[in-house]
């Protein structure tokens, strides 16, 4: 690894902060020298740095996603060194730099122990991969000795990876060329793992160092939500630190669908050796695993694949099993063994634990995904409708890809030359809120069609939901969350509605509305001018006996009405809204002359350029411009 640069009594080579510096983009605490300081150390820097972004201070329009999950893995590491090696209280310190770069200070108080390298004579022991990782990812980096402490630090950049000079692109390179979020995982998968030791190194390695691998390991696998990306994952880990290859068999836990056993192919096959995947799958494909009488995820003999690999060494497999429930089998393998050390095979077999239950995880999330795709279909309309004489444009953007959205639309034909459009907005998420939009757009629906006009549907909605929906809601409730605590009565489900109907004539369109306490409609005229076309009201199932009042403007050719939801006029940068100062008005007169396509793509787009995070609540926008 080189030699590693040290210092004593002088102060630390990233130097003192710059007096004009910004206390709010500097992190300090102290831990205990205990197992839960890791834990700690990664929650504070995630904290700062999501702290510093939320702020907008210098340098943090940096902090990407990939810089952050490289701190999180150093400061881990680091402080895990730590915390094993010198067994004293741990100072962890991180500043952001106006250029983006994050300075990582660990310091511990038993300077006489020099942090170990993980390239070290052979005869000693690896006691971590801290140096190594340090190496691997910090622009640069020391250690500062003093009388009373020993401090480890590294300067982290945002900046792009070097380019390797490689003849052509790895199967990693590939991966992160084609998923770039796959490739980010896998390179810290890769980072993180031990690195391969012969039998009398990884008895050592289990003392010192297996119990961070399988706790960083677990940080890993827990956070993916895709079962393929779970076992690309394993691979990479487990290939070439602990194995020469392995492969991953999937199954159904319910059906037994492809069941290694009944000769399914596996889903990952990994060897060092890239140009032996291939061959070594199909030898694979043509002796999978065989199904064992019990459920252990202990380890069982595999045939070696000689005809791939040449005759010698050891192969074992692994079934995966989460919840007494099935879920796949892991096969590892190493040329040149009669048979795997304990060691080894003591820590594949906890990591397969992990395997397990990180896939169990992914598929749950997989089938409640589905699950709400479906609610979440049936809460919208197939189509929107086409109306005489207007054109429509629509975006519609859930937060939350998970779950059903609070927000709804819909454009529908009413009989009579009419055409009724409304844009909602339930209060809260999840199966309440969607209890709530299945009751309400078809209440409007049958409404509509019936002959009421605007206001008389906002009444008869209202009392609606005061009755019914609230009653239906507090059922998902219970049914997701389970029974209400005593003294807790039914919850008012709030509804924020802009609904209207649309009456097209020569020369026009006419156009009937009402908002209850909904973000207010805009209407651009040609010449770029800018007029809300409602008056705002009270939330629909608020107020008992409530009578509310409609508008009527007539939309000339040109003319264009927008409606959002308060995902568009909320949407934040730090303490400010996009709305804030008429800023959707400014926005929307920005558009004049455009069609109602290329508007509701512009609104779309300011409104996800105006912060730097993700929007975190849904968004739907509607745009009807009269011919």
């Not at 910004?22 to 990664?42: F, I, Q």
């Not at 070696?304 to 995966?320: D, T």
């Not at 069609?595 to 609104?603: F, N, T």
Request: net charge negative.
């Amino acid at each position: 690894m080189g030699v590693v640069p040290t210092q004593r009594e002088t102060e630390a080579l990233t130097g003192a902060a710059p007096a004009h510096a910004d206390d709010r983009a500097r992190a300090h605490t102290t831990l205990p020298g205990s197992s839960l300081a890791p834990g700690s150390a990664r929650a504070l820097v995630r904290a700062a740095l999501t702290e510093w972004t939320g702020l907008a201070l210098p340098g943090a329009d940096r902090l990407t996603e990939r810089l952050a999950q490289d701190i999180a893995l150093l400061v881990s590491e680091l402080v895990t060194n730590a915390v094993v090696h010198a067994g004293t209280d741990v100072e962890l310190s991180c500043r952001l730099e106006s250029t983006g770069t994050v300075v990582v200070e660990v310091t511990d108080r038993h300077p006489a122990r020099a942090p170990r390298d993980a390239d070290a004579d052979a005869e000693t022991p690896e006691y971590g991969r801290g140096l190594r990782l340090v190496a691997a990812l910090a622009e640069s980096w020391g250690v500062t000795y003093r009388r009373t402490a020993k401090t480890v630090w590294a300067r982290l950049t945002p900046a792009g990876e070097d380019a390797a000079g490689h003849e052509g692109p790895t199967a990693h390179e590939r991966i992160a060329h084609d998923d770039p979020v796959l490739g980010d995982t896998l390179r810290l998968a890769g980072i993180l793992a031990p690195e391969p030791r012969g039998a009398d190194g990884d008895r050592d390695w289990l003392g010192r160092g297996a119990l961070s691998f399988l706790a960083e390991a677990s940080d890993l696998l827990a956070g993916q939500l895709d079962e393929d990306l779970v076992a690309s994952l394993t691979g990479q880990l487990v290939v070439p630190r602990l194995a020469d290859w392995c492969a991953v068999w999937l199954e159904d836990e319910v059906t037994g669908r492809g069941w290694a056993g009944a000769g399914g192919p596996p889903a990952r096959v990994w060897h060092s050796g890239e140009h032996l995947v291939e061959e070594l799958r199909q030898a694979l494909e043509k002796e999978p695993p065989r199904p064992p009488e019990a459920t252990s995820p202990g380890p069982r003999p595999y045939p070696w694949p000689g005809a791939a690999l040449g005759p010698h060494g050891a192969a074992l497999a692994y079934r995966l099993v989460a919840g007494g429930r099935p879920l796949g089998t892991l096969v590892i393998g190493r040329a040149g063994l009669l048979r795997f050390p304990d060691e080894v095979t003591g820590l594949v077999e906890d990591l397969s634990r992990r395997v397990a239950l990180a896939i169990g995880a992914a598929r749950q999330y997989a089938r409640q995904a589905t699950i709400s795709a479906v609610l979440q279909r049936g809460l919208l309309p197939g189509a929107v409708a086409e109306i005489p004489g207007v054109r429509t444009a629509l975006v519609y953007e859930p937060c939350d890809k998970g779950g059903p959205s609070g927000d709804f639309y819909d454009v529908f034909p009413a009989g009579h030359g009419r055409w009724c459009f409304a844009v909602g907005d339930v209060q809260g998420k999840g199966p309440e809120a969607a209890v709530v939009i299945g009751l309400a757009r078809p209440w409007l629906r049958l409404l509509a069609r019936e002959g009421y006009g605007v206001a008389d549907v906002l009444d008869r909605l209202n009392q609606l939901l005061l009755d019914d929906a609230t009653e239906a809601a507090d059922a998902a409730a219970r049914a997701f969350a389970g029974p209400v605590a005593p003294g807790d009565g039914p919850q008012t489900r709030f509804l924020s509605l802009l609904y209207g109907e649309l009456t097209p004539y020569e020369g026009g369109v006419r156009c009937t509305l009402a908002s209850a306490g909904h973000p207010l409609p805009l209407i651009l005229g040609p010449d770029g001018t800018v007029r809300t076309a409602a008056a705002p009201q009270t939330l629909l199932g608020v107020v008992e006996d409530e009578t509310y009042a409609s508008e009527t403007v007539d939309l000339l050719p040109g003319d264009t009405l927008l409606c959002v939801t308060d995902g568009v006029t909320e949407r934040r940068n730090g303490s400010v809204q996009f709305d804030d100062g008429d800023g959707l008005a400014h926005a929307l007169a920005g558009c004049a002359g455009l069609d109602a396509d290329l508007i509701a793509e512009r609104i779309s787009r300011l409104v996800h350029d105006f912060g730097t995070r993700p929007p975190d609540d849904d968004m739907a926008l509607l745009v009807l411009q009269a011919e």
